[in-house]
């Protein structure tokens, strides 16, 4: 089956610099991403969805860039302010089943 | 818009005793829910995936015998987790996909947290 991977673990920048969060696939029949924020204490919050006719897409703060290629996903924070604090999870479907990453504990330092 | 209440938010249940959760689509039709758990510090299980007048289909390392679901209309469906342990705490978020929906997009609830003493 599906298995995704997502690096880092953790991340920790300043305010004002970029965060990058990769995750990469196994399985080439995917073809919806996704990317949630999930603040503490708090469920998950959907940041954007891609379809794999999409390869860049731009949201409020962020990029998310996908290389079928490669099987990569990446979501690129510009700018981040220390209301960007959070985990944030990437999942992966081709079907009925979201897939989601480990996680990656962003933390903005002010 | 689509939304997907979870009831209850939080509940505290003593080991040994079960908790039942809700999961309500509002403005939508679900054709299918999902649940998943996320343990501790950890990402998100999928425990099990509901379609209306299918069976139910549970994961590998989850049954219906300690996650009973019931998915009786295209609006509702609840879980329980029956005899509560340490490592059944966590939060536990239900996925709703809608009817004649595009993209595979699941519309996630606020979870329900089960703490376990």
């Known amino acids: 089956g599906e298995q995704v991977e997502q690096r880092p673990p953790h991340l920790s920048v300043r305010e004002g610099d970029s965060a990058v969060i990769t995750c990469t696939y196994t399985d080439p029949n995917s073809y919806y991403f996704f990317w949630y924020k999930q603040e503490p204490g708090a469920s998950l919050q959907l940041l954007m969805k891609?379809?794999?006719?999409?390869e860049i897409n731009e949201g409020q703060g962020f990029t998310v860039l996908l290389n079928k290629k490669d099987k990569r996903l990446s979501l690129n924070l510009t700018a981040a302010h220390p209301g960007d604090s959070a985990a944030y999870f990437c999942a992966v479907t081709g079907n009925y089943k979201y897939v989601f990453g480990a996680g990656t504990r962003l933390k903005v330092i002010a | 818009g689509a939304l997907v209440y979870q009831y209850p938010r939080r509940t505290i249940c003593k080991s040994g005793t079960s908790m039942r959760m809700e999961c309500q689509a509002v403005g939508f039709q679900a054709t299918s829910v999902a649940w998943y758990r996320q343990s501790p510090q950890k990402t998100f299980e999928l425990i099990a995936l509901s379609t209306v007048n299918s069976a139910i289909k549970y994961e590998q390392n989850f049954t219906q015998e300690k996650f009973p679901i019931s998915h009786p209309n295209l609006s509702f469906s609840s879980m329980t987790v029956l005899n509560a342990y340490l490592e059944d705490r966590g939060l536990y978020l239900c996925?709703?996909?809608?009817?004649?929906?595009?993209?595979?997009?699941?519309?996630f609830g606020e979870g329900s947290r089960l703490i376990v003493v």
């Open positions: 996925g709703a996909r809608r009817a004649g929906g595009a993209g595979n997009t699941l519309y």
């Open positions: 891609v379809f794999s006719s999409t």
